[in-house]
C-alpha cells in the first residue's frame, strides 16, 4: 500500500505536470478556437485548485487525475500530429467531447472529497459511487479510443515535467507553423480531414447503423416516417431511458423512405458528451464539416439555411437541456433551428414548447 509520502509525491508530480499541460491547452484553445478545448481547460483549471486540498479518498482522486492528464496529453498530441493543422475529423472530435464530459463529472467527484465542501452533502454514498463508476468507465472510453494503457504511478516528477515542457514547446512550433498558413490552406486541409467520410453516400456525420434487432416499435416507426413525408416537421421522440429512443431514430434514418427524400443529407449527432450550447454547436458543425470556432451557432443555423432539404435528428438532447442553466440558451438555439423551412428536425427532449411539435411518445 503506499505511503503517506508517496502520495505526497504523486500529487505533487501531478500539480507540476497539469500546470504546463493545462497551458499548452490554454495556447492550443486560444489558436484553434475549437469549443471543447477551451470547456477543457477551464474544467481543468479548476481542477488543478481542488485537487490540492482534497482530504478524502485522496489516493482514488489522484488516481483519477493520473489518468485524466494522460488523455489531455493524448488530446494534444492528436492536434499536433495531425497534418491538417489540428483541425480533428467528427470520430476524434465525439470523443474528446465525450472526455469532456466524464472530466466534468471528475471535477465533480474531486470538489466533494475537499476539505471544506457543499458539494458532497448533496449526494448520498450510493450517488457517490455511481458518480466513480462513471468517472472511470468515461476514463476507460477514452484511453481505449486514444490505445493509451492505464497509466501507472506517476513518481519521476524530472521526467514528467520534461515530457510536459516538449509538449508545450511542440504545441508553440504548430502555432507558429499556422501562422505562416493561407486560409486556402487550411480550407485545403480541411477537406482532407473530411474526404473519407464524404466518399460513401453518407454525409461526414457518419451515420450509425440500422438497428440489427428493431421489435415493438412498428406504430412509432410508421408515425415518423409519415410524418417526416411532409414539409420538414419537428418531431420530439418522448420516453424514459432504456424504452428504445436511440434505437428507433436510427430506424427512422435508415428507412427507405427517409433515405429517398434526404438523400445524403441527413445528419444524426449524439448529443449527450454536450455540456451546453457552444458543445451542442461544436458536435452538430463537426458532422456538417464546418471550420471550428469558439461558438458555432450561427454557423450551423447559416448552413441549414443554405443547404438542400436535410433531416438533423438530435439523440439525447435532453442531456444537455435539462440542467435549468442551459435550458434557456439551448431552447434559444433550436428556435433558430426550427425557423429554418426546410430542415426536418427529430429529438429526443421532453417538454420544449417553444415551437409547434409533434409528440412520439415511447412507452414501456
Known sequence: MPTHIDTRVRLNTLITCFA?????????????????????????????????????????????????????????????????????????????????????????????????????????????NTLLKDCKNGLAQGLNFFR?????????????????????????????????????????????????????????????????????????????????????PR????????????SLARAVLHHPETTAKYTQHRYFVACDSATSKVELAALIGAHLGLKPSKDLTGAVVKFFVTAPLSLLILDNLETVWEPMECRHDIEEFLSLLTDVQHIALVKGQPKYTGHTLFWVHCNP
Open 235 to 246: 418531431i420530439a421522440i418522448l420516453g424514459t431511458g432504456g424504452m428504445g429512443k436511440t
Open 148 to 232: 493509451l494503457q492505464s497509466t501507472s504511478i506517476m513518481t519521476n516528477v524530472s521526467k514528467m515535467q520534461a515530457e510536459a515542457k516538449q509538449r508545450h514547446q511542440e504545441v508553440l512550433d504548430m502555432i507558429n507553423g499556422l501562422s505562416d498558413t493561407t486560409s486556402s490552406d487550411r480550407a485545403s486541409m480541411m477537406s482532407r480531414v473530411y474526404s473519407q467520410s464524404q466518399n460513401s453516400s453518407q454525409s461526414i456525420s457518419m451515420l450509425p447503423s440500422e438497428p440489427k434487432i428493431f421489435h415493438g416499435r412498428e406504430s412509432e416507426l410508421s408515425n415518423i416516417v409519415k410524418l417526416l413525408g411532409g414539409e420538414a
Open 20 to 128: 504546463i499541460t493545462v497551458d499548452s491547452l490554454e495556447v492550443l484553445a486560444n489558436s484553434l478556437k475549437a469549443g471543447f478545448l477551451e470547456a477543457i481547460v477551464n474544467t481543468t483549471q479548476s481542477l488543478l485548485k481542488n485537487i490540492e486540498t482534497v482530504k478524502k479518498n485522496k489516493r482514488t482522486c489522484i488516481e483519477l487525475m493520473e489518468q485524466t492528464h494522460e488523455l489531455l496529453d493524448a488530446i494534444i498530441i492528436v492536434h499536433v500530429k495531425s497534418d491538417t493543422g489540428g483541425i480533428l475529423p467528427p470520430s476524434t472530435l465525439n470523443h474528446i467531447g465525450k472526455f469532456t464530459e466524464t472530466l466534468h463529472k471528475i471535477h465533480t467527484f474531486v470538489e466533494a472529497h475537499q476539505s471544506s465542501t457543499k458539494v458532497r452533502q448533496f449526494f448520498c454514498q450510493g450517488e457517490m
